[in-house]
């Protein structure tokens, strides 16, 4: 009996709740207080500035209130898109275009043009992403507010740099629109309706830049900039998201790493862990798990590596698995602007290369099944060509003699000078950058791309994709033959490793410089470790 009346009671209070959260946005004008109060939490309180905007968005609805939409929709694109959930951004981006051309609202469309080609850019989406940010570019500059107009180039213009970064694109071009990005910034007045949101768009910039000019091996400028964004960032007078403050510290995690000061990467690491925790942010999260497992393997820490191992692994898997479902919202929406006969040839070739993919499966089982005994000769080889590598270390090793055989003219003078510093980035860790190419491996070496191409071409006896390949493959097959740990990781992790962009390639060009794949290589050092530990034992029984 008593149960029954608790239970009355607990539905009771939880129904008058609903209905005064429902009785609360009945008015327009209360509506409109709402909105503003989502926009005030978004920095303290993103959770509940998304719980709030949601609550508003279904109550303008209900009420046809086109404004109140409006306004709700475009809280709730900036928030999920914080959030990483870049298939809510596009879903809700529809919607919002319409009510923002039809309302004339300038500065909301363009917003929406944003952070629907942000969403585009992070799911790979690239004409759909630069179209929308030109879109955005336009109508920002027909905003009459000099601040407002302001504060939204500099946004267009952050997130032009990370679709240029998206693409591989010169760092030229990244760090053009990172500094288009600060003067607009910059630009905006310091009253009490945009100071907030200038120093976040400041500490932006800073980030960015302090990013760029690590890719770029200008360490003490990078500190600089991140040192300034940390500053605005730990000033309470400027109001800026808590999240700035979470990326400034992973990002001096992720400099001290490639300082090879793991000991302090790990200390920010776990700084912004401790930060990130409050908000909620997967992403970042996963890059701090990463960076502290990365730091602690390098430490020798075996527990503390493997426990931030399993939790980036696992967060990893579960991020992956809802961009495969969120790619599903993007895909449809560009499809059904091209039309059903471009959605009929889309269908042809996925079930084309799906019957191809079948054969060649079933092939390649049949193949694998065949030549079993060839597959482990060339394990063997592997192995072999390791323990050699291993005691020629200690050797000189003679410089190829400069050959006279060039397609095109470059002095004697010149191949030494690059062959000299293709040997210290050999013996760098600076292949395994994804972002590496021929134009800013030449850069670095202080060349051009035509003379570095014929130069690897003639003495490496490769193409520049194929000795970078050769390069990564090597170091990642060394991890995994003296490092036990490695063979505990998962592909996908060692295809980060060594830089490649997705597990899938990485294993077409393992088995390409190997003959076998990963997994058949990590399985046989596993059982040749078991095998010698035994050996060892039975030798040793003490």
Known sequence: MMKNIALFLFCLVSGLHQAQMNSEFTTNAQIDLGISRADELSASDPAQSIRLANEIYRASKKQGYTKGILGSSSILMARYYDAGNHKKVIDLSSEAEKLAIELKDNAKLANVYRLRASSYTELGFNDESIRDYKKALTISEKVSSNDRKNYLKSLTYTGICGYFAHINAPLDSVIAYQKKALESAVSISENKDFISRKYHLLALSYINLGMTSV?????????????????????????????????????????????KKYRQAVEYAQKAEQSEKTLSIPYIRRDLYEVSFKSYVELGEKEASKKYMNLYTKLNDSLVNEEKKTINSPVKQILDKQGEAYTWNIQKIIMFSGGCMAVLLAGGLFLWNRNKKKLHKKYDIVIKNLKAAHQLQAETITRPEVSSEKSISITDETVKTILTKLEKFEKSRKFTRKDLSLTSLANDLNTNTRYLSEIIKQYKGNNYNNYINGLRINYITNK???????????????????????????????????????????????????????????????
């Open 215 to 259: 890719a770029s091996h200008r360490i003490k400028d990078a500190e600089n900039y991140f040192l300034k964004a940390l500053k605005i960032s730990q000033n309470p007078d400027y109001g800026v998201p808590k999240r700035i403050n979470i990326t400034i510290l992973s990002e001096y995690a992720w400099l001290y790493y490639d300082q």
């Open 480 to 542: 995994l033959y003296e490092s036990p740990i490695y063979r505990e990781y998962k592909i996908s992790y060692l295809a980060e490793a060594c830089g490649f962009s997705s597990r899938e390639v990485f294993a077409v060009v393992f088995k390409k410089e190997t003959g076998v794949s990963p997994s058949y290589f990590i399985n046989n050092l596993k059982k040749d470790s078991m095998e010698s530990s035994t050996q060892d034992f039975i030798q040793n029984p003490e």
